[in-house]
């Protein structure tokens, strides 16, 4: 199977997971942060983007029975990102159902960078791993100016640990 995603737009895929009907993968399109749900034969199912006018990233994701969480970055403010950044880059983490439908979005930051690298599936939500800048915001008490972090979400968004 030899696939591109939209010919010549730049673009690249920095995650994917098998599924008991063929793949999803994860990246971004330009500025935009994509995930994408193929078929066992490598045909698109359908193809999601997560934009604002700035840029977005999807890094990683875990998939569930029922569909899949994606964590990334985000510069934007606007578009699929009303109210979600907080600073120069913003943690991410949204839930899609199996169809490609978002389910809920969160985000984590202060006023410098925070970006989520990984995310895990817990019994009773999400953990995801990342680094960051900022001593302020959702910070606050954390830590100094460039730390690894760890963060427990619950299955609706919510965070439970820090």
Not at 32 to 56: C, H, L, P, Q, R
Not at 66 to 71: I, L, S
Not at 115 to 136: K, L, M, Q
Request: aromatic fraction near 8%; proline fraction near 0%.
């Amino acid at each position: 199977m030899e696939k591109t995603l939209e010919g010549n737009i730049d673009g690249e895929y920095v995650g994917i997971k098998a599924t008991s009907d063929g793949y999803i993968a994860t990246g971004h399109i330009q500025n935009d942060a994509v995930i994408v749900k193929y078929d066992i034969s490598g045909n698109m199912v359908w193809k999601k983007t997560f934009a604002g006018t700035k840029e977005e990233v999807f890094t990683g994701l875990i998939t569930s029975t029922d569909g899949y969480v994606v964590v990334g970055v985000t510069q934007s403010s606007d578009g699929d990102l009303m109210e979600l950044n907080k600073g120069i880059f913003t943690g991410l983490i949204v839930k899609y159902d199996l169809n490609g439908n978002i389910v809920w979005k969160s985000s984590f930051g202060g006023s410098g960078v925070e970006i989520f690298d990984c995310i895990t599936e817990a019994s009773d939500g999400y953990v995801v791993v990342g680094v960051t800048t900022s001593i302020d915001g959702d910070l606050v008490g954390i830590g100094s100016t460039k730390n690894a972090l760890m963060l427990k979400y619950d299955l609706n968004g919510n965070i439970k640990v820090k």
